[in-house]
């Protein structure tokens, strides 16, 4: 071992060294959680263990979806890394069988599947062959929306940049807020009043001698803090939007895999089908797979007009580990445990809204769960310092959350699905305490 490369070995866990090194070889900028930051070495189900054998409870991240190293994603990974990897411009058993039983998952009609590498990649060929399909080059999404960083992707994402113009070719629709919107659960036919924003933006579009590709959206607006289903709205949406031209992109890369619990998939509450998935994230458990899976026509268009191939996209082992998440799923039955847990969670959390008035809204659905945090509750005056803390906090009590929403006053919830009743009553336990110690 040389000296450069013993000083890379990972130590007891001196922070400070870690975020110079960091600086050094990383540059400055890049944004993590917690402060401190946490220097993980070790995951297994729900828990991570850090560089002090500290045991953390992972009430966030949703990359893991079957558990931390679950042994039969592992498995599958190793063997079929020891045996053959590969691309698609091979005939393989693995691509063809995960894509024969992912696509089974979905409605009829969304038949065909094409595999990249993230969940940027996928929305960024979902785009192109929107454009191929439709021959327009608008974009509509909604306000807040992320769905990537390549460059196409970036242009589709107004999250974090309300300050900067949005490109020409993109328009943003008003997000179905029922507890921060004009209009609340008092209006009657909200659905109908938040859908009419469609017909400015598609309007917008075609003063500026546009029309719309797509409508991308994110089935549980959660960068939009994670917004109860409005019943009946998307699929308002998605027919002015066919009406238009466009075609419609769920893009799964959060509420995808069951983790809404009703549903295999986040559009399936708001009953409506798109005409293009996008799918990240949870996939492989970890291991890089996206993919984009659609109509059969609009496949053919797009590749009859155009080129596509992805080195690794579709490669032996990023099919081994998806088709294993998919095992992983169904035996033990993670759908409706993410259903059940969640509802025991979301109850547990709006007890703890009884108690403490900071608590403004408890949302969501299944293992993805917003609470948003006011410091009045009739102002609805964002606390985004103290969702900051309670952050901090609750991981100083061994849980570890996130945060969402424009102003970051939004505590994100949205575990493993392995996720039990326990591990929820030490998460609203955690949250308890963090409230009690602001
Ligand atoms: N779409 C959504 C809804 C996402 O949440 C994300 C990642 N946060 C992406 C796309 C981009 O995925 P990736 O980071 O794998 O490129």
């Not at 991570?48 to 990359?63: G, Q």
């Not at 798109?274 to 970890?286: E, L, R, S, W, Y």
């Not at 959350?401 to 102003?407: L, N, P, Q, R």
Request: charged share 20%; glycine share 8%.
């Amino acid at each position: 071992m040389t000296s450069k490369t013993k000083s890379q070995t990972p130590g007891a866990g001196d922070i400070e060294q870690l975020l110079a090194r960091r600086r050094q070889f990383m540059g400055s900028q890049l944004y993590m959680f917690y402060d401190p930051p946490l220097h993980l070495m070790r995951s297994e189900g729900v828990w991570l263990y850090d560089a002090k054998r500290r045991v953390y409870l992972d009430a966030y991240n949703n990359v893991p979806h079957v558990g931390h190293c679950h042994p039969h994603v592992v498995e599958a990974i190793a063997r079929q890394a020891a045996r053959l990897n590969t691309n698609t411009r091979y005939l393989s058993d693995e691509v063809l069988n995960y894509a024969e039983r992912l696509t089974a998952t979905l409605p009829a009609g969304l038949d065909v599947a094409a595999f990249v590498n993230s969940g940027s990649e996928a929305v960024d060929l979902a785009w192109r062959m929107a454009k191929a399909h439709t021959g327009q080059h608008g974009a509509i999404v909604m306000e807040e929306a992320y769905h990537g960083w390549t460059d196409a992707v970036d242009a589709l994402s107004p999250a974090g940049k309300a300050e900067r113009a949005l490109a020409p070719h993109v328009r943003m629709l008003m997000a179905p807020d029922s507890y921060r919107g004009p209009y609340g659960p008092e209006v009657a036919d909200r659905a109908m009043r938040y859908a009419s924003d469609a017909e400015r933006a598609i309007e917008s579009l075609n003063a500026a001698g546009l029309r719309p590709a797509a409508f991308i959206v994110d089935p549980g607006f959660c960068t939009n803090g994670i917004l109860e289903p409005l019943p009946g709205y998307l699929a308002l949406i998605f027919e002015k939007m066919r009406a238009a031209g466009a075609v419609c992109v769920a893009d799964e890369v959060q509420t995808g895999f069951g983790r809404i619990g009703s549903d295999m998939w986040g559009f399936g509450v708001h009953g409506v089908t798109p005409d293009i998935v996008t799918m990240g994230k949870p996939v492989a458990n970890g291991h890089p797979l996206g993919v984009v899976v659609t109509r059969r026509e609009i496949m053919e268009s797009f590749m009859s007009r155009t080129s596509f191939f992805s080195t690794f996209g579709g490669n032996n082992v990023a099919c081994a580990a998806g088709m294993a998440v998919l095992d992983v799923l169904e035996r033990e039955q993670l759908q409706a445990s993410a259903q059940q847990v969640g509802e025991h969670l979301k109850a547990g959390l709006r007890a703890l809204q009884r108690k403490h008035d900071l608590i403004g809204d408890v949302r969501g659905m299944g293992l993805v769960i917003g609470v948003e945090l006011v410091t009045n509750r009739k102002a609805k005056t964002p606390a985004s310092k103290e969702a900051k803390r309670v952050l901090n906090l609750m991981r100083d009590h061994g849980v570890l959350v996130g945060y969402e929403g424009h102003a970051a006053n939004i505590v994100k919830v949205r575990p493993p699905m392995p996720f039990k009743i326990e591990h929820a009553d030490q998460t609203v336990d955690a949250m308890d305490k963090a409230l009690r110690a602001l």
